[in-house]
Every structure is written in structure tokens, then in C-alpha cells.
């Protein structure tokens, strides 16, 4: 089963879920494992661009808002290359909860405070 989700975060379109074909830079297709019971967490990367490495590392919004989803495991990357693109890496035991915190204004708020420029966000869920 494959399913596809897309998010508004505030008034701010993040990201477009699509089919595979035409898809462009920007684009982001969100496949969840089909999960039963007993098998691992899917393990999710969420890379973005942000205003301030220094600032959204330091951030404590990520445990805040992520946390009570039951989201576990939470690293952060940073590009060496262009040290304002990031990532995230962590393990979601509940997408649909992660993904309808995204059209929330708690998220947008804690996005705008970590400076996340929202139109870059990509999201890739373990297959």
C-alpha cells in the first residue's frame, strides 16, 4: 500500500506530495512503511534550509514539539558545504501524527523559530 501525503504548515505551503513521475527539485514524496505489530519505528530525514546554523542547532523546539508525537532518536546534520542546509534524522512511531502536527500552527511557530525556511523542507521516510 502506498500512500501519499502533502502539508501546510500555517498559511506556508512546505512541501507537494505527487506521484514519482515529473517530479521536480523541490517535491517531496512522503512512503510510509506498512507497519504490524512487532517491526521497527521508520526511520525519517527531514533536510531544510535554515537562517541561523548556530540558532537552530541550539533550538530546543525540535524535543519540544516532536517528543510528545512519540518521535525518538532526533541527530542533526549540517551541510559542510552550505552550513545553512540541515537535517534531521529521527524515528517516528506514528507518521500520521507527525504529519498532522505539520498543518499546525505550533509547528509553523517552531519552524519561523528556528528559522526554517519552510519552502525548502524536504521529508524521506525509510522504506
Known sequence: MRRFWSCQLGNRRAQ???????????????????????DAM???IAHHDVKDKDHWLASPKR???FGPLGVTNIRTFV??????RVA?????ADMDAVMGAMNTAEMADAMEYDGV????LVILVEA
Request: charged share 20%.
Open 63 to 65: 524535543e519540544e514539539i
Open 117 to 120: 525556511l519552510p519552502e525548502t
Open 88 to 92: 534531521i534524522l529521527m524515528d517516528v
Open 42 to 44: 521508520p526511520t525519517v
Open 16 to 38: 507537494t506530495a505527487v506521484p514519482w513521475e515529473g517530479l521536480g527539485v523541490n517535491d517531496v514524496i512522503l512512503q510510509p512503511r506498512v507497519t504490524t505489530e512487532g
Open 79 to 84: 551541510d559542510p558545504q552550505n552550513p545553512n
